[in-house]
């Protein structure tokens, strides 16, 4: 081994460096088919969907038609959907519901992290993990106390009770995620602005909340996620369609009996699948550039 | 600017640890002190107490002339420099600077004058618009003695400041500390535990061990004339050499009897200074720059020995010699002239006007 490469160091270098493009694309090669599996399993069920909703009801029920093709594309179901019906009004509700679920969530959650990462009292270890232990209780197995705290409110079939409810599911886990974020900010930068003046609500507002904003925008996008997404309680505590949600709303107001009308499922979910997808491609860019902003922290 | 005083201050953590066991000190207006002591010692602890970020547990701090043990630190007019910075990440450092004094109100152009006139003097003028993560470790440091600087404090408080720089910066910063210190004047209390910085950085040094002070002093103090075993053995590098033996009555004069028969006059200055000590047990204390290859024996203070290195340690302007007197591990200094080898015996000179005896049980020196 020493002979071939001892006396022509070069060429050696040359070889090794040629082997090391080589093996790059072969890496780049392998990851992009990984890449493309990925992507043809994921979208292919919103490809359907789009297609489905830029049919008419008549193409959709011809059986000899391909389900892949639109052989004419209209957009009947969009137009019929934000003119006629409860649509719009499904759809300012989720909005309504999911803007005060973040809004309490991110409130509420963020203080409690400060309290339980920073202010050392008594019990707060205990409650820190407590907090974490809500977070494991089955969402199923609240169903029944809350429905009967809800009814007690007179909140049952009320768009509000939403808002009562959501953040109980989300507080604990957001709560933890900023946590975990608080604690990686050194106790230094504290004590700095401490002795720079700041009080504690100052110290949150002007150090924390901006240096832990990564963390912050992962429990925003967590309780905008679970907000916009809830299906279980809405269609338990919501029964008159002005109250519902998107969610609920879709699935009772376009399925009469067992007539489906899919063209105007599939595009009413795919509306409403619009503001998480503005949502995550604009916070994610700030995300990602937080969180490698980040790791080598001044 | 102020004087600062300790009266028995006492910290004992949660789980009883005593970290500072009843301390006095006294601060004068425009003093730079240096605490120093090895690590644990309650250097920190102390520093903080004094900052207000430690609850005292027990004793009075005062900050001039104003008792603070219940003020907290934004009211103390402190402002402290940390080992890790702690600069604010998402501010640019001239926000950095600045922070303290928005919360405190100061209307725009005086922040602006402020933290230009700091920038000037730490010469950080160009980085003003800078995030910390675009700056240099050295460029950071200043950063944080800016925002202390800014503030206009009565005190400030450094914490090992310069531990988490090369060792070239370090040299470089620490003379840029005792500058801003000529320039603003501020009363200065350092911590570190580098006797080097303490020494060249310090009006008066603090030498701490186990919670309580050894010694308070100027440094050339410390140096020529320490308290105790600790103090002689922490200042100066590198350490006193001590070695076990005895103190004689011998022909009218003093000598230290050391192993190996080796016998040395004390000095006839001292006599009357250990003249009630003599038959007694004690350890000898040289420094290893008092301990030289054979030189200057005409002069009365220089008494001459023979040793055999085990080990030569060249340094370039001199060299070391290590060697063994009777177990005690003992280090010289000699001329890189000098034929100084391993296994060769050499001619050495001892300095007997900077001796000390010390006593084998307290460690205190005689
Ligand atoms: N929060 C704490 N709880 C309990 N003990 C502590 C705490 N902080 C420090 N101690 C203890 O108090 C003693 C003094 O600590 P301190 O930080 O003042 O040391 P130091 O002299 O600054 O040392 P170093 O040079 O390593 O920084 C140590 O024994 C340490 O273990
Ligand atoms: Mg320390």
């Given at each position: 081994m020493g002979t071939t490469t001892l006396p022509a160091p070069p060429a050696a270098a040359e070889a090794r460096h040629g082997s090391l493009k080589r093996e790059r694309r072969w890496a780049m090669i392998g990851a992009y088919i990984a890449l493309a599996v990925f992507v043809v399993f994921f979208m292919t069920p919103p490809f359907h969907m789009l297609m489905t909703s830029l049919k008419s009801s008549a193409e959709i029920a011809d059986l000899s038609g391909n389900p892949w093709i639109v052989g004419s594309p209209t957009l009947m179901n969009y137009w019929e959907l934000l003119t006629e019906g409860n649509y719009l009004i499904h759809f300012r509700n989720s909005v309504i519901v999911t803007v005060c679920t973040v809004l309490i969530s991110m409130v509420i959650s963020t203080m409690a992290a400060f309290a339980l990462a920073?202010?050392?009292?008594?019990?707060s270890a205990t409650l820190a993990t407590g907090v974490f232990l809500t977070y494991l209780v089955p969402e199923t197995l609240l169903f029944i106390p809350m429905f009967q705290i809800v009814g007690q409110l007179g909140?049952?079939?009320?768009?509000?009770a939403m808002v009562l409810i959501f953040p109980t599911l989300t507080v604990p886990f957001c709560t933890w995620i900023m946590i975990g974020y608080f604690a990686s900010i050194p106790k230094e930068l504290d004590e700095a602005a401490l002795i720079d003046g700041a009080g504690h609500l100052q110290m949150l507002w002007k150090i924390f909340i901006p240096v832990a904003l990564p963390g912050i925008l992962a429990a925003m996008i967590f309780a905008f996620t679970v907000s916009w997404a809830a299906f279980i309680y809405p269609i338990a505590f919501l029964v008159s369609s002005d109250q519902m949600v998107l969610t609920v709303g879709i699935v009772s107001d376009l399925i009469r009996a067992d007539t489906f009308q899919w063209g105007k499922i599939m595009a009413g979910a795919l509306m409403a699948a619009l503001p998480p997808l503005l949502v995550y491609a604009f916070l994610m860019d700030y995300y990602i550039a937080g969180l490698t902003a980040g790791a080598t922290k001044g | 600017m102020a004087q600062v005083a300790l009266r028995k201050v006492v910290k004992a953590y949660e789980g009883g640890v005593q970290a500072v066991k009843g301390i006095d000190l006294d601060i004068a207006d425009h003093e730079f002190v240096v605490l120093v002591g090895p690590s644990g010692c309650g250097k920190s602890t102390t520093l903080r107490m004094i900052a207000g970020l430690e609850e005292i547990s027990d004793g009075e701090i005062s900050i001039g002339g104003r008792v603070v043990n219940d003020v907290p630190p934004r009211d103390r007019d402190i402002a402290m420099v940390f080992q890790n910075y702690a600069l604010y990440p998402h501010m640019t450092v001239f926000d950095n600077m600045a922070f303290g004094l928005m919360l405190r109100k100061f209307d725009k152009a005086e922040i602006k004058r402020r933290v230009d006139n700091a920038a000037r003097i730490l010469e950080i003028g160009p980085l003003l618009d800078r995030k910390p993560k675009a700056l240099s470790g050295g460029q950071r440091q200043r950063v944080a003695m800016g925002r202390a600087i800014v503030r206009d404090p009565k005190v400030f408080l450094f914490d090992e400041p310069l531990s988490n720089l090369d060792a070239k910066l370090r040299v470089q910063m620490r003379t840029e500390i005792k500058k801003v210190h000529q320039t603003v004047r501020t009363t200065t209390i350092y911590v570190t535990h580098d006797q080097v910085e303490a020494m060249t950085l310090a009006d008066r040094v603090v030498v701490m061990n186990g919670g309580i002070i050894e010694q308070v002093g100027p440094p050339q103090e410390l140096y020529h004339n320490p308290k105790t075993r600790f103090v002689a053995g922490f200042i100066g590098s590198p350490a006193m050499n001590f070695i076990p033996g005895r103190l004689e009555n011998g022909a009218g004069a003093l000598r230290v009897h050391l192993p190996g028969d080796i016998v040395l006059p004390v000095p006839a200055e001292r006599t009357e200074r250990y003249k009630a000590l003599a038959g007694r047990e004690v350890l000898f204390g040289i420094r290893p720059e008092h301990l030289t290859e054979a030189k200057n024996l005409d002069r009365p203070h220089v008494a001459a020995m023979t040793a055999t290195p085990e080990v030569t340690e060249p340094m370039g302007m001199e060299t070391l010699v290590h060697f063994k007197m009777n177990g005690a591990e003992i280090c010289g200094r000699v001329d890189p002239g000098a034929p100084a080898q391993p296994g060769h015996p050499l001619p050495m000179a001892v300095d007997m006007s900077n001796m000390h005896l010390l006593d084998p049980q307290t460690g205190r020196v005689l």
């Amino acid at each position: 081994m020493g002979t071939t490469t001892l006396p022509a160091p070069p060429a050696a270098a040359e070889a090794r460096h040629g082997s090391l493009k080589r093996e790059r694309r072969w890496a780049m090669i392998g990851a992009y088919i990984a890449l493309a599996v990925f992507v043809v399993f994921f979208m292919t069920p919103p490809f359907h969907m789009l297609m489905t909703s830029l049919k008419s009801s008549a193409e959709i029920a011809d059986l000899s038609g391909n389900p892949w093709i639109v052989g004419s594309p209209t957009l009947m179901n969009y137009w019929e959907l934000l003119t006629e019906g409860n649509y719009l009004i499904h759809f300012r509700n989720s909005v309504i519901v999911t803007v005060c679920t973040v809004l309490i969530s991110m409130v509420i959650s963020t203080m409690a992290a400060f309290a339980l990462a920073r202010m050392k009292f008594w019990g707060s270890a205990t409650l820190a993990t407590g907090v974490f232990l809500t977070y494991l209780v089955p969402e199923t197995l609240l169903f029944i106390p809350m429905f009967q705290i809800v009814g007690q409110l007179g909140l049952y079939n009320n768009l509000w009770a939403m808002v009562l409810i959501f953040p109980t599911l989300t507080v604990p886990f957001c709560t933890w995620i900023m946590i975990g974020y608080f604690a990686s900010i050194p106790k230094e930068l504290d004590e700095a602005a401490l002795i720079d003046g700041a009080g504690h609500l100052q110290m949150l507002w002007k150090i924390f909340i901006p240096v832990a904003l990564p963390g912050i925008l992962a429990a925003m996008i967590f309780a905008f996620t679970v907000s916009w997404a809830a299906f279980i309680y809405p269609i338990a505590f919501l029964v008159s369609s002005d109250q519902m949600v998107l969610t609920v709303g879709i699935v009772s107001d376009l399925i009469r009996a067992d007539t489906f009308q899919w063209g105007k499922i599939m595009a009413g979910a795919l509306m409403a699948a619009l503001p998480p997808l503005l949502v995550y491609a604009f916070l994610m860019d700030y995300y990602i550039a937080g969180l490698t902003a980040g790791a080598t922290k001044g | 600017m102020a004087q600062v005083a300790l009266r028995k201050v006492v910290k004992a953590y949660e789980g009883g640890v005593q970290a500072v066991k009843g301390i006095d000190l006294d601060i004068a207006d425009h003093e730079f002190v240096v605490l120093v002591g090895p690590s644990g010692c309650g250097k920190s602890t102390t520093l903080r107490m004094i900052a207000g970020l430690e609850e005292i547990s027990d004793g009075e701090i005062s900050i001039g002339g104003r008792v603070v043990n219940d003020v907290p630190p934004r009211d103390r007019d402190i402002a402290m420099v940390f080992q890790n910075y702690a600069l604010y990440p998402h501010m640019t450092v001239f926000d950095n600077m600045a922070f303290g004094l928005m919360l405190r109100k100061f209307d725009k152009a005086e922040i602006k004058r402020r933290v230009d006139n700091a920038a000037r003097i730490l010469e950080i003028g160009p980085l003003l618009d800078r995030k910390p993560k675009a700056l240099s470790g050295g460029q950071r440091q200043r950063v944080a003695m800016g925002r202390a600087i800014v503030r206009d404090p009565k005190v400030f408080l450094f914490d090992e400041p310069l531990s988490n720089l090369d060792a070239k910066l370090r040299v470089q910063m620490r003379t840029e500390i005792k500058k801003v210190h000529q320039t603003v004047r501020t009363t200065t209390i350092y911590v570190t535990h580098d006797q080097v910085e303490a020494m060249t950085l310090a009006d008066r040094v603090v030498v701490m061990n186990g919670g309580i002070i050894e010694q308070v002093g100027p440094p050339q103090e410390l140096y020529h004339n320490p308290k105790t075993r600790f103090v002689a053995g922490f200042i100066g590098s590198p350490a006193m050499n001590f070695i076990p033996g005895r103190l004689e009555n011998g022909a009218g004069a003093l000598r230290v009897h050391l192993p190996g028969d080796i016998v040395l006059p004390v000095p006839a200055e001292r006599t009357e200074r250990y003249k009630a000590l003599a038959g007694r047990e004690v350890l000898f204390g040289i420094r290893p720059e008092h301990l030289t290859e054979a030189k200057n024996l005409d002069r009365p203070h220089v008494a001459a020995m023979t040793a055999t290195p085990e080990v030569t340690e060249p340094m370039g302007m001199e060299t070391l010699v290590h060697f063994k007197m009777n177990g005690a591990e003992i280090c010289g200094r000699v001329d890189p002239g000098a034929p100084a080898q391993p296994g060769h015996p050499l001619p050495m000179a001892v300095d007997m006007s900077n001796m000390h005896l010390l006593d084998p049980q307290t460690g205190r020196v005689l």
